[in-house]
């Protein structure tokens, strides 16, 4: 259901009132009917990115909320142009939690990392981590969180995963784009940083191992393009600019 399109015929416009609850609908919501997919009827769905009243609406579903006291399924749909991960979609739907409790699956997915790198033994090595989720080496990172710039979210991720209080290297940020098993669109900003000290110490619940390792060794322990290629630039950047 995630990514795919719908028509919503709009019963409560935003602004209006919700006298049952008492509340002010926040966004547009309504009655959602399939684009090439079937949905139950009265499938309810609220609409973002949109700040008007609307009689009717296309849109991309982006997202499903659960209500966990009568397990009903609400859509969250928004233009096909503009992306909302899950705290943002909090937020805007955040007076309905006063009257229900809820889960959101979300398409869209933001995470944050950095390509750290220290000199060890005279050589400059870089930091790689498996996570236990994954079978592969990369580099620490994960979802930012309300209220945390990309930057922040990256510093967090590498502390909370490997011990690593990093300095993010200013004038570098790489973006990286894939879907999850098809369902999940994902986004990852990639930052460059240095660290004071490599003494690293995993977040035994999520990280697998570390390596510290050099250039080609590292390019050799990546299994992604995408992956690669920001190693890659994040050492020419750092060869240019005289950090290593």
Known sequence: MLGKYCRVCVSRPIG???????????????????KRIQLPEHTGAYILGIHHPVREFEGRIIAVLT??????????VCPKSK?????????QLAVLKEHYDFSLDCLYERSCGAV?????????????????????WSFPKG?????ESDEQAAIREVKEETGIDISIIEGFK???EYSIQHKIEKMVYIYAATCQTPKTV?????IE????????????HLKFENDKNILYRVNEFLKKNEYI
């Open 143 to 147: 979802h930012v969180e309300k209220g």
């Open 116 to 136: 750290v790198y220290h000199e060890i033994g005279g050589k400059v090595r870089y930091l790689l981590i498996k996570n236990k989720r994954s079978a592969h």
């Open 67 to 76: 209500n966990h006291q009568t397990n009903e399924k609400t859509l969250v």
């Open 202 to 206: 995993i977040q035994e619940e999520e």
């Open 16 to 34: 209006s009132v919700d006298t049952a609850y008492g509340f002010v609908y926040p966004v547009n919501f309504g009655y959602a009917t399939g």
């Open 83 to 91: 992306r909302f991960i899950v705290h943002e979609i909090d937020k």
């Open 209 to 220: 191992d570390y390596l510290w390792l050099d250039f080609h060794k590292a390019m050799r």
């Open 174 to 176: 790489a973006k990286s």
